[in-house]
């Protein structure tokens, strides 16, 4: 049996937002919350999320939920930080696939979740990843063979470039919602409307 990990990225500082966007009001929720129930939802029972930037503060919103944080002490160095930060803790506690979402795509849902982990299941070589508006990103899984090339990464574009540049390797599945992230404060305004 595959020991698999779902792992929300939750460490950054928001920049763009102005504010803490992870405690931002959604559904009777906040924005991390509605996420974490998503992945808590879904068939994987081991859920991890990725702290940094307010981590004490954003820690406190979520005391009751059965899942475990990872500290990022180097969040400031954008998206790739968190995503070494989570795969080193899981390459530790020998995980075998690691099923990255972001804190920040509220129509992620744990059905949307159970098509990428099926897929995983089928094609257990292949990264799973999503496509969306023509461009393929998170949530994505990963299995174990991809973790000390994922330890790699730099910089604040996430799995993004990792995604393109093994692109023979991914199977893409396609979302029937708008996966994008909420990063200013218009996107969360038309998230609202929604």
Not at 77 to 85: E, H, K, R
Request: glycine share 4%; net charge positive; hydrophobic share 40%.
């Amino acid at each position: 049996m595959q020991k698999t990990a779902i792992l929300i990225l939750a460490a950054g500082s928001a920049s763009r937002m102005g504010k803490m966007k992870q405690l931002l009001p959604y559904k009777n929720t906040t924005l991390l919350e509605w996420i974490i129930e998503q992945a808590l939802k879904s068939i994987v029972k081991n859920v991890f999320c990725v702290l940094g930037a307010n981590k004490e503060k954003i820690k406190k919103q979520f005391t009751t939920k059965p899942i475990e944080v990872i500290y990022n002490p180097n969040y400031k160095n954008g998206l790739s930080s968190s995503i070494v930060a989570g795969i080193d803790f899981l390459q530790k506690h020998n995980f075998d696939n690691a099923l990255i979402i972001l804190a920040d795509q509220p129509h992620v849902t744990s059905e949307y979740l159970n098509s990428l982990i099926e897929a995983s299941k089928k094609n257990p070589s292949k990264i799973i990843a999503s496509n969306y508006q023509g461009s393929v990103g998170v949530p994505a899984m990963f299995p174990k063979k991809y973790f000390n090339d994922l330890l790699n990464l730099k910089g604040d574009k996430g799995a993004k470039n990792f995604l393109l540049q093994h692109n023979s390797n991914v199977l893409k599945i396609n979302s029937h919602q708008n996966l994008l992230d909420i990063d200013t404060p218009e996107d969360y305004q038309h998230l609202l409307k929604q």
